[in-house]
């Protein structure tokens, strides 16, 4: 079998499957928080613990990557992914759902970085732009799964049958993973653990990563914890929509989801073609991201609702960071290069998603929702922090190649 679908395939499977699990509870939420007669915030906190578990695991897996390869710390890690969504299914209190969804969030906290250092060590960095665009893509999917499919799945089986699936799953992935890819995904002679970590040290102070981090975690950061989860509640709470009709807008936000990867991969890659750099591609999409979060603050829901979908879209370019972090480092540093990066992302993500149903608590409305000022207050919060984060980006220069 030819390289690209050995390699491809297998990770990218697990990119869905985490994206599944990072949207589940959109859908999946609402029957949880009924059997456990959880307020909006203490959702948000249940939901977001899978950011912090990825922020947690970052560092670390960026130091194993680099020492023993993607494909082997991806397999691994998928096994824990697998306890953790079997536990998951069986919890019986807030705190064992808490539990097991950060250790869920461990098993899967590779997904992203793991399949870009091993687009980067295979194919190199000429076509990382659109490997990267069809990777997420793939991803998308997963959110797609995670709307109306994941409704009447829950349905039939129930919330924890859904889970059930889900853990076997990701068991027939890790042992594609670990199976099907290429063994030759890691150095030869690997450096040592004490090296890994004082080069991870100098990515940590580079200007080039701190031109760029501020911008990519504002963008990323808000993008996976709202659309994650506080989409569905808004098409409730907001729009005033049913749960069905809602489970059906999730797809379609997904979708729109998978067209913003597949768009932003094809324009950065057009635009290495072209000679230009990949960040007029990220700085135009994050601008568009910003537009969009204004009209959702402004904007009566009714009218709004299908503002989702660009948001969607132009919330996919936050992926785009990943490539202009690319060409700043060596290819050896790839792992830790991208890990670093997702630690910053993740932990902004978890703040967002959880502080976001926190301030919800703010405006609560009758029904136990919230109302939509909290989310139109929210929303413009939320556009100026963004907002701030362009400046580092736009004042500091690009260092040359």
């Keep these: 079998m030819p390289l690209f679908p050995r ?4 990770f990218s499977a697990g990119y869905l499957v985490s994206y599944l699990i990072r949207v589940i ?26 950011f912090l578990s990825f922020a947690c695991a970052q560092l670390p897996n960026g130091i194993l990557m680099d020492r023993f390869g993607p494909r082997r710390v991806q397999a691994a890690l998928l ?3 697998c306890l953790g969504t079997l536990a998951f299914a069986r919890a019986e209190s807030f705190a064992g759902l808490g539990v097991s969804r950060f250790v869920m969030g461990l098993g899967l906290a590779a997904c992203l970085t793991a399949p870009l250092t091993a687009y980067r060590l295979w194919f190199g960095v000429e076509r990382l732009s659109m490997v990267t665009g069809l990777h997420m893509a793939v991803g998308g999917l997963g959110a797609f799964l995670g709307g109306a499919p ?29 199976f ?23 990515i940590l102070i580079a200007k080039p990563f701190w031109r760029l981090c501020p911008l990519s975690v504002s963008v990323q950061g808000i993008a996976l914890s709202v659309g994650s989860l506080w989409a569905g509640p808004w098409l409730r709470d907001a729009a005033g929509v049913s749960s069905q009709v809602a489970a059906i807008w999730m797809s379609a936000i997904a979708v729109a989801l998978v067209v913003g990867f597949l768009l932003f991969g094809w324009l950065g890659q057009r635009a290495a073609a072209r000679g230009l750099s990949s960040e007029r591609v990220f700085l135009a ?59 910053f992302i993740f932990v902004m993500a978890f703040l ?36 701030v984060t362009f400046v580092p980006f736009l004042l500091w220069r690009r260092p040359e190649a």
């Excluded at 063994?183 to 653990?193: A, C, E, G, M």
């Design 180 to 202: 099907f890819v290429p063994k030759r995904d890691y150095p030869s002679s690997p450096l040592p653990v004490s090296t890994l970590i004082r080069e991870l040290s100098r």
């Design 285 to 343: 999409g994050s601008l568009g991201f910003l537009i969009v979060q204004i009209l959702m603050a402004v904007l009566p829901p009714q009218t709004a609702a299908p503002l989702w979908l660009a948001y969607a879209v132009f919330g996919s370019v936050g992926v785009t960071s990943f490539v202009v972090a690319a060409r700043s480092f060596p290819s050896a540093m790839a792992g830790r290069v991208n890990t670093a990066l997702n630690f």
């Design 25 to 50: 509870n959109a859908v999946a939420g609402e029957p949880i928080a009924a059997e456990f007669d959880l307020l909006p915030g203490e959702l948000g906190f249940l939901t977001s613990v899978y």
């Design 352 to 387: 967002i998603q959880w502080l976001f149903g926190e301030f919800l608590d703010l405006f609560p409305a009758s029904d136990g929702g919230a109302t939509a000022a909290g989310y139109r207050w929210m929303f413009a919060i939320l556009a100026l922090f963004q907002a």
């Design 7 to 10: 390699v491809f395939i297998p």
């Design 79 to 81: 096994l824990v992914g």
């Design 150 to 178: 994941t409704d009447a799945l829950i349905r039939l089986l129930g919330w924890r049958g859904v889970f059930d699936v889900v853990a076997v799953v990701l068991l027939i992935t890790a042992a594609l993973t670990f």
